[in-house]
């Protein structure tokens, strides 16, 4: 038998041992009679905006629930993540097991936001990345409390901001910056059901910043325009040739610039998402993306200035590692078919670190970050199942690593 298959079995059965295991068949009775409230969570969480650093309304409701439903370690830090700590009493010194899901959505603020059913469909921005995902884990809480469940261990619910747009990781980065030990794990629940990544993508992003002396169209023509200078770039970046393997990727995900349509634009600016499955690979797309951006101004007459405003760190998980099988294993039990997938997500600035983080998805749907965003109530029971497995198959896992209690052998 290979180390492989003895690691996936080993985990396997712990899996299935958590199945047998009053918590679990306690808690999934009280979530197979709440799947109504379920979708009614999944309505209210979603209607609450929370556009890139604006999740604070959101996050009031969210911690206002938690307490609601019998979590007395509520709090919301200073990136505005709601933090909730069960059980309150747990031993601080163990390293926590950590499930999170992010609180904010990729869709400006004055968005509107009413969910709309269509059949088995519910449909609203948001809804599926990532409103479902924070629902389940409100569920989840919501059961293990009313269960009794009492792990060794602290486990930390957390709903984090700044996982969209501009957000830089900021809440996932505050909660590990702050946090007194090392989580023992992670699981951020985001995406499609049956996804898992373990293979955070890394990721910079650039605003190019072109700018010249401007004028009028007619009388000025000729003088360099930021906008032509801006477009050029785009130009050259089209040239460039991207790696099959590692994946690498660059895209232009914003222009604005100009002041009227009979005014050479003194200004332009672009905002660039650059993206690798390897670091050394995103690091040499980096230097390439430059070069052609100073290579542009030069030949337009204009002076351009690049900032960095976006920096997620790559890191990752063998395949064969513990919490990778462990999340296989609760996928094959929840009849749930296994997509491994390559992801930017809040697991990459734990796996940055050494910390075992693996993400999944617990909803069926399509259209994430467009107006047209559904997910299918038909498949919201499996993901829940699922979500409830995997968390409580975790925390065997992390209390089987620690030494025995205090009096036993």
């Known amino acids: 038998m290979t180390e492989v298959s003895a690691t996936g079995d080993r985990v396997a059965h712990l899996?299935?041992?958590?199945?047998?295991?009053?918590?679990?068949?306690?808690?999934?009775?009280?979530?197979?009679?709440?799947?109504?409230?379920?979708?009614?969570?999944?309505?209210r969480v979603t209607e609450i905006p929370a556009p890139p650093f604006g999740e604070a309304e959101r996050a009031r409701y969210v911690a206002s629930r938690l307490r609601e439903v019998g979590l007395t370690s509520v709090d919301i830090d200073g990136a505005s993540n709601v933090v909730a700590r069960w059980p309150a009493e747990a031993a601080p010194a163990l390293a926590p097991v950590v499930i999170s899901a992010h609180l904010d959505t990729v869709f400006p603020a004055g968005t509107p936001i009413r969910v709309r059913r269509l059949g088995n469909r519910l449909y609203a921005p948001g809804i599926g990345d990532n409103a479902s995902s924070v629902a389940c884990l409100l569920m989840l809480a919501e059961a293990l409390a009313a269960t009794g469940f009492s792990p060794r261990l602290p486990v930390i619910w957390l709903f984090n901001t700044g996982e969209e747009g501009l957000g830089n990781l900021r809440g996932m980065r505050h909660f590990l910056d702050t946090l007194p030990r090392p989580p023992a794990a992670v699981l951020v629940v985001d995406g499609g059901l049956g996804m898992i990544s373990y293979r955070g993508i890394g990721s910079r992003r650039l605003r190019a910043v072109f700018s010249g002396p401007g004028g009028h169209s007619w009388k000025d023509f000729g003088r360099p325009s930021a906008?032509?200078?801006?477009?050029?770039?785009?130009?050259?970046?089209?040239?460039?040739?991207?790696?099959?393997?590692?994946?690498?990727?660059?895209?232009?995900?914003?222009?604005?610039?100009?002041?009227t349509v009979n005014t050479v634009a003194a200004r332009c600016e672009l905002e660039i998402d650059l993206r690798s499955e390897d670091g050394a690979a995103l690091r040499e797309l980096e230097q390439a993306v430059r070069r052609e951006l100073r290579a542009a101004a030069r030949e337009e007459g204009l002076e351009v200035t690049l900032e960095v405003i976006g920096d997620r760190p790559q890191g990752c998980l063998p395949p064969d590692h513990d919490l990778v099988c462990l999340l296989r294993a609760a996928m094959g039990a929840c009849g749930v078919p296994v997509h491994d997938l390559a992801a930017s997500t809040d697991a990459n600035l734990p796996l940055s670190r050494g910390i075992p983080a693996v993400t999944f998805g617990i909803r069926q749907g399509d259209g994430a970050h467009t107006l047209d965003?559904?997910?299918?109530?038909?498949?919201?029971?499996?993901?829940?199942?699922?979500?409830?497995?995997?968390?409580?198959?975790?925390?065997?896992?992390?209390?089987?690593?620690?030494?025995?209690?205090?009096?036993?052998?």
Request: overall charge positive; charged content about 25%; aromatic content about 6%.
């Open 227 to 259: 906008i032509h200078g801006a477009g050029r770039a785009v130009t050259r970046l089209c040239g460039l040739r991207m790696p099959a393997r590692p994946r690498t990727t660059w895209n232009v995900g914003r222009i604005q610039g100009g002041t």
């Open 15 to 43: 899996v299935h041992r958590v199945m047998g295991d009053r918590a679990f068949r306690s808690a999934w009775r009280h979530l197979e009679r709440r799947l109504n409230r379920y979708v009614d969570e999944i309505i």
């Open 373 to 409: 965003e559904y997910i299918d109530r038909s498949g919201l029971d499996r993901g829940l199942r699922l979500a409830l497995l995997a968390l409580l198959a975790c925390v065997r896992w992390a209390e089987e690593a620690l030494p025995p209690p205090c009096g036993r052998n």
